[in-house]
């Protein structure tokens, strides 16, 4: 990969990052891995509490890039057909005509995904896997760039219907915003008191350029050794004591584009074992299950991972040699 296709890829992501933070404030890494998923293909849940910005970084997302923005807010009576779309009878033509729902959009903010019924879960499935829908038996390709960022509040759970692993397994990574620091509610206070600056966000760059830089991550190089690092960690996930059911292949193959992505984000052409370990919690937290007997005695998904982590041999960071990869 050629080192001026990552400096214009790591350029533009810069341009993304500081024009979502003039919205966002003091959420740089979050705002970083929602870069890193867009430029995966893939989508993310976001676990908290309301009022922390979910929203807002989905519309600034959607406004920097100059993408098309829909919200889709879950509520037990939402039907799959609200979400995908459907015919309608047009009495001036005298046929029927396809009304397209929420998920026929580019960035798709799915608010509180759980208090959806398993149902209309479901029908979030096929666009998020196959980008595309089906109603009435008509398949439609969905709009590319495409991202669905899932929320769900971990505090309220009456009335709500866990996703299942399957829905889970289609996340590419699952992340908590958090609550800002002093310092940053002084800045939001001061940034929102007399406009929203969400209001005079404009595109930095264009979805066109996304889906260049989306192909281009695909090329950056990772070496032999740390693809079996990446391998090791995720048989390892499988064959912890304290882990019922561990990371897939498709696990896998998130945690190796993830890698891509973020070491294009940084500036290099190449993925080394940091990248890796950055991206393990995020990518893989929602997609181990612990047994039983570790939930009871109150270990966590993070202290798990980190056990799996601390049980793999590091390979030694080396630099591809010039022209390679």
């Known amino acids: 990969m050629e080192e001026k296709i990552v400096r214009q890829i790591k350029d533009a992501a810069i341009k993304v990052k500081e024009n ?24 993310m849940l976001i676990e908290d509490v309301p009022g922390l910005g979910k929203t807002v970084l989905a519309k600034s997302l959607a406004k920097s890039l100059g993408c098309s923005f829909r919200r889709i807010q879950c509520t037990p009576d939402l039907l799959p ?31 509180e ?11 979030l499935l096929e666009a998020m896997q196959e980008r595309q829908v089906t109603a009435e038996g008509e398949t439609m390709p969905l709009p590319r760039p495409f991202l669905v960022m899932a ?27 958090g609550y800002p620091g002093v310092e940053d509610d002084r800045l939001i206070l001061s940034r929102f008191r007399q406009t929203d600056p969400l209001e005079e ?27 079996d690092y990446i391998i090791r960690l995720i048989h390892a996930s499988r064959e912890h004591d304290d882990v019922e059911l561990g990371a897939s292949p498709r696990a896998m193959l998130a945690l190796y ?34 047994k039983s007997e570790s939930r009871l005695r109150g270990q966590k998904a993070e202290q798990t991972l ?3 982590m601390d049980s793999v041999f590091v390979p030694v960071e080396e630099e591809p040699v010039a022209g390679e990869g």
């Open 201 to 227: 966000l404009s595109p930095v760059i264009s979805s066109d350029d996304l889906m260049k830089m989306q192909k281009a991550c695909r090329d950056v190089h990772i070496a032999s050794d740390v693809e």
């Open 257 to 290: 584009n993830a890698s891509q992505a973020l070491a294009a984000l940084r500036g290099r052409a190449f993925v080394t074992p940091d990248d890796i370990k950055y991206m393990v919690t995020p990518v893989l937290i929602h997609r181990i299950i612990p």
């Open 306 to 308: 980190k056990e799996i």
């Open 113 to 123: 995904i759980n208090r959806a019924t398993p149902r209309t879960q479901s029908a």
């Open 20 to 43: 979502v933070e003039r919205v966002i404030v003091g959420k740089g890494e979050v705002v970083e891995l929602a870069i890193i998923a867009l430029l995966c293909e893939g989508h």
């Open 151 to 177: 929320t769900q509040n971990p505090i309220e759970l009456e009335g709500t219907f866990p996703l299942p692993e399957a829905q889970l397994d289609r996340f590419l990574m699952k992340i908590q915003i």
């Open 81 to 111: 057909s609200d979400i995908t779309g459907t015919y309608v009878f047009n009495q001036r033509t005298s046929d029927f005509e396809f009304r397209p729902g929420p998920v026929m959009s580019q960035i798709v903010l799915t608010d």
